[in-house]
Structures are given as structure tokens and as C-alpha cells.
């Protein structure tokens, strides 16, 4: 397993972007499936983004797909989330996560999750 720790969430009016980065630790981490996920109050986690080892896959949610983009470094241990045209509905705590043997939308797949990070768009 690996510790993540996401920043960057906050209160952003619509329309308007926000980047989120997601530092791991751990020697190995170019070698994990990197993933975003969000949860909504009252409602259950989905999956928003995922992108393998080399940054040459990526998958997306069809909610954010042209909306936001995954991508890393791994020579800082850093994964980001572009979000742009933010939409209310956006509003959710944004986790991410590490390890899945694969790129892949489910959740169950992933052995290690960050705190998450809130944000919130301002309609």
C-alpha cells in the first residue's frame, strides 16, 4: 500500500477550474494504476478518472468525459485532476486512489485511498 494525500479542493464558482494533486509515497509509485473518485453527500462513490503506470491510458467517467484530465508525474509521486467548466453537481469530496492492477472504473480493484479533498461549485 502506498499514503495519499490529496490537495487543491476548494469553493469555485461555476464555470470556473480547479486543479487537484494527489502525492503518494513510496518508491514504486510509477508503477501503480492511478484513479479519482468522488463521493456526493447522500450519495454513493463513483468513479471519475484513472490512468496507468506511463500516463498512456487513461480512462474517463462519461459525466466528466472533454471536462477534466488525469495525468502524473512520476518523478514527483504526483497525480492531478484538471477540472474545468465546473459544474454544481461537481460538488463532492474528491479521493484518490492507487494500486489497481489495472485501469479500471471499480473502486474494489484499488488497495489504497487519500483522505479526499472537498469541492464545492457555487451556482
Known amino acids: 500500500q502506498v499514503e495519499l494525500v490529496e490537495t487543491g479542493g476548494g469553493l469555485v464558482q461555476a464555470g470556473g477550474s480547479l486543479r487537484l494533486s494527489c502525492a503518494a509515497s513510496?518508491?514504486?509509485?510509477?508503477?501503480?494504476?492511478m484513479g479519482w473518485f468522488r463521493q456526493a453527500a447522500g450519495k454513493e462513490r463513483e468513479f471519475v478518472a484513472a490512468?496507468?503506470?506511463?500516463?498512456?491510458?487513461?480512462y474517463y467517467a462519461d459525466s466528466v468525459k472533454g471536462q477534466f484530465t488525469i495525468s502524473r508525474e512520476n518523478g514527483k509521486n504526483t497525480v492531478y485532476l484538471q477540472m474545468n467548466s465546473l459544474k454544481p453537481e461537481d460538488t463532492a469530496i474528491y479521493y484518490c486512489?492507487?494500486?489497481?492492477?489495472?485501469?479500471?472504473?471499480?473502486?474494489?480493484?484499488?488497495?489504497?485511498w487519500g483522505q479526499g479533498t472537498q469541492v464545492t461549485v457555487s451556482s
Open positions: 486512489a492507487a494500486g489497481a492492477p489495472f485501469v479500471t472504473n471499480d473502486g474494489r480493484k484499488y488497495n489504497s
Open positions: 513510496g518508491r514504486t509509485f510509477s508503477r501503480y494504476v
Open positions: 490512468i496507468s503506470w506511463s500516463g498512456v491510458s487513461t
